[in-house]
């Protein structure tokens, strides 16, 4: 994956820890953990992380969730 798509991803993180949505963004980071390099890795980081992005969408911004979600549709 390129570079771009962890940038957009680990932006979103980020915002979300200074506005005080730490168990979201742990949530959005430990999607990650499922990366391991075979493609049911990716399959499964891409059902987690949607996952995240739907239950908690209210607790996101519209950027936020536009961020996530072209990235998401990009891997």
């Given at each position: 994956?390129?570079?771009e ?19 979201l ?13 075979l ?24 950027l ?12």
């Amino acid at each position: 994956m390129s570079t771009e798509f962890w940038n957009n991803w680990d932006e979103v993180i980020a915002e979300l820890r200074t506005t005080n949505n730490q168990k979201l963004a742990e949530q959005l980071q430990d999607s990650r953990l499922f990366l391991n390099g075979l493609t049911d890795g990716w399959h499964n980081f891409h059902e987690a992380a949607g996952q995240v992005i739907n239950q908690h969408s209210s607790q996101l911004t519209e950027l936020q969730t536009s961020k996530l979600s072209s990235t998401l549709k990009a891997a």
